[in-house]
């Protein structure tokens, strides 16, 4: 049995049209339940890389610096972040530029208000935008996004003895249950996946290739660098990723729409291929382990150490849990791109 209000909401829905879209629940769900509540954090329902340690936006803010002043030193530079949480990774970020003589005009697209009273407390000097056409189009962009692609809503299609369908959301018993729509979806399936067997299922998120169109367009027409940091799989794979979370625990994914936190992984190869195809520089997709680690992770929590001893275990552990293969180091990946005269970011010269 699925509760909460929007349960109820979908299953009037369900009963007066019959089955919806997969997006149309997902998106829904997820919207209700970033606006409704502060879902971050160890009394949260999950906790984020910047809320593990300060390391990970110190980190990527000398990336972006370094990125910068390779690039030319330009004016106006702008740092821009999609979906920031709580505002930790744009604060320690922020901090770790200043150091290099870079203070970016801070812009936060960021579409819930409770969040953005949040990020203020973080980042008193941020610009709030609910979506990337109003950031400024002169000057370089230097854009993050921490766990942003997998919350946007993902379509799947099916392969049935009829073709290809669009899955959907029906009802049984008052659970919600997935299904295969009537309406054949063949024109949708890149054509050298449409012959598979019976069973097969893909996943595309609108969204996110949306979302790196409008990436790579910038950085192509203003210059700059991005960084996408997620979970995901940096080669095409079938089969379905659709997951949820919930006071730090996975649930199935239906059974609490509005009420958890819907996800799914990102397919890299696919962002990788709609940044290409608007001209901008593939840097190189590596995982954050790797990464972390050539940026010179491992170093940064010794000298926290040294400066803290009593927190020395806890600085340790916070970086294990960043950049262990068997915690975050595996199944997170860091894709980066540039505009086409830009220099290749460190942590990617074997990549790219």
């Known amino acids: 049995m699925t509760e909460g209000p929007l349960s109820d909401t979908f299953r009037r829905l369900i009963a007066a049209t019959g089955p919806i879209s997969l997006m149309q629940f997902m998106g829904e769900s997820n919207a209700r339940y970033y606006s409704g509540r502060d879902v971050l954090g160890e009394d949260g329902d999950f906790i984020t890389a910047p809320e593990i340690s300060q390391m990970f936006g110190e980190l990527i803010g000398l990336w972006l610096a370094d990125v910068w002043i390779r690039g030319g030193r330009i004016e106006p530079v702008h740092l821009v972040e999609l979906g920031p949480g709580r505002g930790f990774l744009a604060r320690d970020a922020c901090r770790a530029m200043k150091r290099y003589g870079i203070e970016p005009r801070m812009h936060l697209v960021e579409a819930s208000t409770r969040l953005r009273d949040v990020q203020l407390e973080q980042v008193p000097q941020a610009i709030f935008h609910h979506d990337l056409s109003t950031v400024p189009r002169r000057g370089p962009v230097l854009i993050v996004a921490n766990e942003f692609l997998d919350a946007l809503p993902v379509r799947q299609l099916v392969m049935t003895e009829d073709g290809w369908r669009e899955v959907l959301v029906g009802t049984m018993e008052d659970r919600f249950i997935l299904v295969p729509g009537q309406q054949p979806m063949d024109s949708a399936v890149p054509e050298n996946r449409r012959t598979a067997a019976v069973g097969t299922l893909i996943e595309t998120c609108p969204g996110a290739a949306a979302t790196m169109f409008e990436v ?60 290409l195809s608007r001209g901008a520089k593939w840097v190189g997709t590596t995982t954050q382990g790797e990464w972390l680690t050539a940026l010179g992770i491992n170093q940064r929590a010794e000298a926290l150490a040294d400066f803290a001893p009593q927190h020395r275990a806890t600085l340790a552990s916070a970086r294990d849990r960043l950049i262990a293969p068997d915690q975050m180091g595996e199944l997170f990946k860091v894709m980066a791109l540039a505009g086409p005269e830009w220099p290749v970011g460190a942590g990617f010269e074997s990549t790219a």
Request: charged share 20%; proline share 5%.
């Open 216 to 275: 790579a367009g910038r950085l192509v027409s203003q210059g700059g660098a991005a960084l996408f940091i997620d979970y995901g799989h940096v080669s095409p794979r079938m089969g379905s990723t659709l997951q949820a979370i919930r006071r730090h625990q996975k649930l199935e994914p239906l059974s609490a729409p509005g009420e958890a936190d819907i996800t799914a992984h990102v397919d890299f190869d696919q962002m990788k291929q709609i940044a």
